[in-house]
């Protein structure tokens, strides 16, 4: 059973996807309003999935596989999207 | 949380914090807080070793209530490591011990914040403690993404027929440590992966994912690891000192392991860990002028760098399973490796078991009744 908190069912204001963990061994259902920068949506998704804070992080939308941009997420994914929170780091 | 200032609520918890000072018992310069991400890996660690280990094959690591509490030196003066503790339903305290020198990251994090406002500017030296605060009020914004649950897939299989044909390399497991398992195909194409970026001009670091799953013992209930395959990270942008896994890389494993787990025989199948090689030496300058007389050298790049350990902590974290071949040179330019895997709460080298790549493992996929962090919920 699943519940996503803070969501507005049915409004035009927020929309809801799914996030995934690079290896995909977590799935998250999120909603969050759609002028939310991509950025500030990869950081409310690393505070709640607990990832390391001093990493920077980015939204892959795993049907492109492209990244997401600064630009509200609304712009940028249609409802029900399946995006992965990538770590932007290398091996070294 | 950028822009989410009025939905803060507060909170009280236990807390830790590193206490950073420019020299020993010298006046503090800056304190830096251990967060919840900071512990996540810690309470994991704690699941893993005190209920997945123990049998308890159903217990989701999400429904477990951590407590993490100081522990302090038998003087008093010191903390000296903390403990994440939880009650089982059945009423009993379980617990895990972990020192403070895992927690070096955070110190290191705040050191960086140092370094950027100039107060560690002009000097290289500087000191850190484990200090406990007082519980105090904690800002914490509400969840807007809720983490759908999941089985943990994992094959019974006993250990006695794995142990029996496996064959040691490096250190031998010491009485409790996990055991691994790695088929001798998938150790070979993990090196022949990692290593192909050496033959390039110039020399650039490639690698892959290491594939297998988890089993559970029926006679013990442990829970031990298998290795038995590799993906390589195709589409990767590489250096010879770096390796960056890119959108396209981590869609190429996604695609892989989703057509995997659709099939029965490999449902219990994950992302287990990481392969790699730093194809360069030790040394810059050469050999030293002992190394014509000496039969072996203890200099070699088969290491975990501080970029592979945030890499590592930031696309294996919560899996306290994770393991990690590094492929380096000696001196010499001769290969090593080193293989790592978590350890009383760090990465650390530690030895494994070669078995057969035609090993019959005994067909018995079980998803756990309760959802797990380590389940899967995307097909």
């Known amino acids: 059973m699943t519940r996503v908190l803070n969501s507005s069912n049915g409004s035009t204001q927020t929309i809801e996807f799914m996030a995934s963990n690079v290896i995909e061994t977590e799935t998250w259902e999120a909603s969050f309003d759609r002028a939310t920068p991509a950025p500030a949506v990869a950081a409310a998704l690393v505070h709640d999935m607990r990832l390391p804070t ?18 509200p997420i609304g712009e940028q994914i249609e409802p029900g999207a399946c995006l992965s929170i990538v770590p932007r780091t290398h091996l070294g | 949380m950028p822009g989410n200032d009025e939905h803060m609520t507060t909170t009280a918890r236990s807390e830790l ?3 950073i000072r420019l020299t020993k018992g010298g006046p503090i310069v800056a304190t830096e807080p251990v967060l919840d991400s900071d512990l ?44 994440v503790a939880f009650d089982t339903t059945d009423g009993c305290c379980r617990e895990q011990l972990f020192a403070r020198t895992r927690l070096e990251h955070v110190a290191r ?21 484990l200090s406990s605060a007082a519980a105090r009020p904690k800002l914490v914004a509400p969840r807007r993404a809720m983490r759908r649950r999941a089985a943990l897939h994992y094959r019974v299989q006993p250990l006695a027929p794995l142990t029996a044909v496996a064959r040691q390399q490096g250190p031998a497991a010491y009485d409790g440590q ?16 990692s290593r192909a970026g050496a033959s390039r001009t110039p020399p650039v670091e490639t690698g892959g994912v290491l594939v297998g799953c988890l089993c559970a013992c029926p006679d013990s209930g442990d829970m031990f690891i298998v290795v038995d395959d590799v993906l390589e990270a195709q589409a990767s942008e590489a250096t010879t000192f770096s390796l960056s896994y890119s959108g396209r890389t981590w869609s190429r494993i996604s695609a892989v392991m989703r057509a995997r787990v659709a099939v029965p025989e490999f449902e219990n199948h994950r992302i287990l860990g990481s392969c790699h090689a730093h194809p360069f030496r030790p040394t810059t300058g050469g050999l030293c002028d002992s190394c014509p007389s000496q039969a072996t050298c203890d200099l070699d790049t088969a290491f975990l760098s501080e970029d592979d350990l945030l890499w590592c902590r930031a696309a294996f974290g919560g899996q306290p399973w994770q393991v990690h071949f590094v492929f380096g040179l000696d001196p010499r330019g001769q290969g090593v490796s080193a293989f790592f895997g978590r350890e009383r709460g760090r990465l650390a080298a530690r030895g494994f078991d070669v078995i057969p790549a035609d090993f019959q493992f005994a067909n018995t996929d079980r998803p756990s009744t309760a959802a797990t962090r380590g389940g899967r919920t995307r097909g």
């Open chain 1, 54 to 71: 001093d990493v920077p992080w980015g939204l892959r939308d795993d049907g492109s596989s492209i990244y997401l941009d600064d630009r």
């Open chain 2, 109 to 129: 994090r705040g050191a960086r914040r140092l370094l950027a406002d100039r107060t560690l500017a002009g000097t290289k030296e500087w000191v850190w403690e």
């Open chain 2, 40 to 83: 996540a890996e810690f309470e994991t660690d704690t699941w893993w070793s005190q209920c997945l280990r123990r049998g308890d094959h159903d217990v989701d690591v999400e429904d477990l209530d951590f407590a993490i509490t100081p522990v302090r030196s038998s003087s008093g003066d010191a903390v000296i490591g903390f403990r």
């Open chain 2, 17 to 19: 914090e590193i206490v």
């Open chain 2, 178 to 193: 996990t055991r691994v398992f790695v088929t001798d195909a998938a150790l070979a194409l993990a090196e022949q992966i």
